[in-house]
């Protein structure tokens, strides 16, 4: 992500900020265009399928955006399915991946018409199962295998080893595919394994993806044709400079290419961060300066239920202040108003010196910000702002008061169970 004088995407943030009131998200629809159009062009000479995976951002204007570069969706939950279809994403671009699919969630997806199913547990098997039949569709499934992969990430978004809760053993992968006969209204076909998020090596990914080639080959030979094999998502990106060292879109397209150099069906990617994430930031004012006995704190009127990741995994993202001017720097712990101890965007940052009203830039949030944000302390949900060549286009206004508290109720109508 490149911010020249103020300006992101042609559009000056001092300016922005002066119409809308902070905080908020801004995110750059050339940023987003340009990595959808690298990873593409990775792909080139594969059959090839990119489901953005929805979880990341799920604001409909950035979906839409996905949908009009042909990009589909890696869903987890009958809203992210609604959202996708809202925006323009078919329904035949569409997987459903998850734990705890519900049966309601399953009839939505099969009568939408969903792609694939990426099936997480025997019970969910014969669920879909039951729920095709009922409704006299054939269900197009893969079986999502946990290769046991340390993916090196933070074991909060480790997703690919034994103790995690998703997927199956490929002893149980096996045995599924044995199970044709109990299964008329399944066509177990595919095969998904992810192994985690924000993933800075490959060789995780090459373990991973070679553990599904060689599985795939054994069920060929048995005379199981499988048509998919998802490599799901995990690709890191730069939160902290000179720190993080993401992997070249291109050498994973290599190792993509030389593992599956055989394999006769369709890939398919589920990025999500490394599509969003450096394409966002969020904005936000400083309140005051607190100084204490043996530290300094520069509050701000951004709070962790905007930007949750500092306070769940001690994320980095860099707090940079726009106010232009030359000052010495100074050391601060970067602070929200929530009353938590956990409130904290940084902790000991060196910046230049900061006052009240001064407007600061939080990096590389367009991935796991908006979409996990909440309304704790009663704070509305946060505006977002699509920028795109020097316009802006107001994608989500901020939250009222009013549409907070739209679903409570007092307790006046008392029934009995």
Request: proline content about 3%; hydrophobic content about 45%.
């Amino acid at each position: 992500m490149t911010v020249s004088h103020h300006f992101f995407d042609g559009v000056d943030l001092q300016a922005l900020a002066a119409q809308m009131p902070t905080p908020f998200y801004a995110y750059s629809a050339s940023a987003i265009r340009q990595r959808i159009a690298a990873l593409q062009d990775t792909l080139e000479g594969l059959d090839a399928r990119i489901c953005y995976a929805v979880k990341a951002n799920s604001n409909t204007a950035v979906l839409q955006l996905m949908a009009r570069h042909g990009v589909g969706a890696d869903i987890v939950s009958a809203g992210e399915l609604r959202r996708s279809l809202r925006a323009g994403i078919e329904a035949s671009r569409i997987v459903f991946s998850g734990v705890g699919k519900t049966e309601a969630e399953i009839v939505e997806a099969l009568q939408a018409g969903v792609w694939k199913f990426n099936v997480e547990s025997r019970d969910e098997l014969f669920l879909l199962q039951q729920v095709a039949g009922r409704l006299g569709v054939t269900a197009h499934a893969a079986v999502r295998i946990n290769p046991d992969v340390d993916a090196g990430t933070h074991e909060k978004i480790s997703t690919g080893k034994q103790e995690n809760k998703f997927g199956v053993s490929i002893e149980e992968a096996r045995e599924w595919f044995s199970l044709r006969e109990a299964l008329p209204d399944v066509r177990l076909n595919g095969l998904h394994a992810h192994i985690g998020s924000q993933i800075l090596s490959l060789e995780p990914f090459r373990r991973a993806m070679q553990c599904m080639a060689d599985f795939a080959r054994e069920l060929a030979a048995a005379g199981h044709r499988l048509r998919t094999i998802d490599v799901g998502g995990g690709l890191g990106v730069t939160y902290r400079t000179g720190h993080d060292r993401p992997i070249a879109v291109e050498s994973y397209g290599a190792v993509l290419k030389e593992v599956f150099t055989d394999f006769p069906g369709t890939l398919i990617l589920e990025p999500g961060r490394w599509l969003v994430a450096e394409a966002g930031v969020l904005l936000t004012r400083a309140i005051r300066v607190k100084a204490a006995a043996n530290r300094t704190f520069l509050v701000v009127d951004a709070a962790m239920n905007d930007l949750l990741r500092p306070a769940m995994y001690e994320a980095w993202h860099e707090i940079v202040p726009l106010h232009g001017k030359q000052m010495r720097e100074v050391r601060y712990d970067v602070v929200g108003p929530v009353c938590e101890s956990s409130d904290t965007f940084g902790v000991d940052r060196l910046m230049p010196e900061c006052e009240a009203g001064d407007l600061l830039m939080i990096t590389n949030a367009g991935a796991y910000g908006a979409s996990m944000s909440s309304t704790y302390n009663s704070r509305p949900l946060t505006p977002e702002v699509l920028l795109d060549r020097g316009r802006h286009a107001v994608i989500r206004r901020r939250q009222t008061f009013e549409e907070m508290i739209a679903g409570e109720c007092m307790a006046e109508a008392w029934e009995t169970a």
